[in-house]
């Protein structure tokens, strides 16, 4: 079964940190770019941040440039999203997704989604 998995989310207070993570199983990362995108109540899913399947090219959304950072470790199939300076708009669920081809801003052009993982950032 073909599936990506999102862990590392929680309940954190403004200004505090937290590190998603984006594990793949039933096939390997290493051919594919991966997105991470979220979707708080009452708004669409947007996306946070992409990177390309060596690594070598990222992007992020204005929103979170300069305190959010991607990362993959293709040895572990595993992508990750530090996430630093956080603030109460950052709360939503929080989705990886797998593109075959390059980052993408088209959530139709990912192949597979994670579940979600809720991140909440309140005092």
């Known amino acids: 079964q073909l599936q990506l998995v999102e862990s590392g989310g929680g309940l954190v207070q403004p200004g505090g940190s937290l590190r998603l993570s984006c594990a793949a199983s039933g096939f390997t990362l290493d051919y594919y770019a991966i997105g991470w995108f979220r979707q708080a109540p009452g708004k669409e899913r947007e996306g946070v941040s992409c990177i390309s399947t060596s690594g070598s090219s990222t992007n992020y959304a204005d929103s979170v440039k300069g305190r959010f950072t991607i990362s993959r470790d293709n040895a572990k199939n595993t992508v990750y999203l530090q996430m630093n300076s956080l603030k109460p708009e950052d709360t939503a669920v929080y989705y990886c997704?797998?593109?075959?081809?390059?980052?993408?801003?088209?959530?139709?052009?990912?192949?597979?989604w994670g579940q979600g993982t809720q991140v909440t950032v309140s005092s």
């Open positions: 997704a797998a593109d075959s081809g390059h980052c993408s801003t088209d959530i139709d052009d990912y192949d597979y």
